[in-house]
């Protein structure tokens, strides 16, 4: 982010720091992302796709346009302890440092690999063509994800609706889920630290994991030079929020407020709806350059 006097960084009042364009796995263009923030009201924007910095250059283009303030991220995919999937954010990072890029290219070289297998594995219980009708859903074929998975499922009529999909057929343990190898959380932490950004932990609620689990992955964030959690996302309850805001407290993470937003109708919360920061938390924007 342009260098910032801290009473404008201290000014935000409805940050979003994490969502998705057609990019990865969102249904909106970067830059239709950027107006719908700019409409709901957000003025500090983060766009975050998946291992991918591709939309960043016009996303930014049209935050400068509606004089938005925006932040240039991405949401890194990480193996963790052998089989956990978790998500980092890097937000503030320099969208140009070569380290980052080949790290995130590498991050997203198994994803057409992983998408032949889950096809292959979905036809063992009998739906056929998955591998082509999910990369009818994809902007970006490197990207393939279990998300365009969800929504030719959806199609099918394999479920009522998109999230549903993930409870009966790709979820870890549902017939199209398949292992696989992301970064480790050093090697992302390296990569983000590399390029000046600050490495967020998403959604920790979302990752299903034990309580004395949790605290060793925050632990280990935190060693690794981790900086803050999503308090406030769009995937956790208001339960969830309370709970990680005593987290960040007890770990000294600053916390970030984050929607995950991925298209209308397909998200828990629309961009920049999310409830206040409580005040005596650091917000992630404090540590932006
Ligand atoms: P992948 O990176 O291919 O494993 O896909 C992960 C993406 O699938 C997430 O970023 C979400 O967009 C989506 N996703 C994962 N779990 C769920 C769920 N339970 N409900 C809805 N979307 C989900
Ligand atoms: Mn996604
Ligand atoms: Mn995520
Ligand atoms: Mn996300």
Redesign the pocket.
């Known amino acids: 982010m342009s260098a910032a006097p801290n009473a404008a960084i201290n000014a935000v009042q409805n940050a979003d720091l994490h969502c998705?364009s057609t990019v990865s796995?969102g249904l909106l263009t970067p830059a239709e992302v950027v107006r719908r923030a700019h409409a709901n009201g957000v003025d500090l924007l983060a766009l975050t796709d998946?291992d991918e910095l591709g939309g960043l250059c016009d996303a930014r283009r049209t935050a400068d346009e509606l004089g938005l303030r925006f932040v240039d991220g991405a949401e890194v995919?990480v193996s963790w302890d052998e089989d956990t999937?978790v998500h980092v954010v890097a937000l503030d990072i320099d969208p140009d440092n070569a380290a980052l890029a080949e790290g995130l290219a590498q991050v997203r070289s198994g994803?057409d690999e992983r998408a032949r297998e889950m096809a292959a594995e979905l036809a063992k219980v009998g739906i056929h063509g998955a591998y082509e009708g999910a990369l009818r859903y994809v902007g970006n074929p490197a990207l393939v994800?279990?998300?365009h998975f969800?929504r030719y499922l959806a199609e099918q009529g394999l479920a009522r609706d998109?999230?549903s999909v993930?409870?009966h057929w790709?979820?870890k343990g549902k017939p199209g889920y398949v292992a696989h190898d992301w970064a480790t959380l050093e090697q992302a932490l390296g990569w983000i630290r590399g390029a000046g950004g600050i490495a967020v932990l998403a959604h920790p609620g979302r990752f299903r994991l034990s309580g004395k689990e949790l605290r060793r992955l925050l632990g280990e964030f935190k060693e690794q030079g981790g900086r803050a959690i999503e308090v406030l996302s769009g995937a956790h309850s208001a339960q969830q929020m309370a709970e990680f805001a005593r987290l960040a407290r007890e770990f000294q993470f600053a916390a970030s407020r984050a929607s995950d937003f991925?298209g209308p109708g397909e998200s828990w919360v629309d961009l920049g709806r999310l409830p206040p920061m409580p005040p005596d938390l650091t917000p992630v924007w404090a540590l932006f350059s």
Do not use: E, M
């Open positions: 998705h796995d998946h995919s999937t994803r994800s279990r998300a969800a998109v999230k993930f409870d790709l979820a991925h």
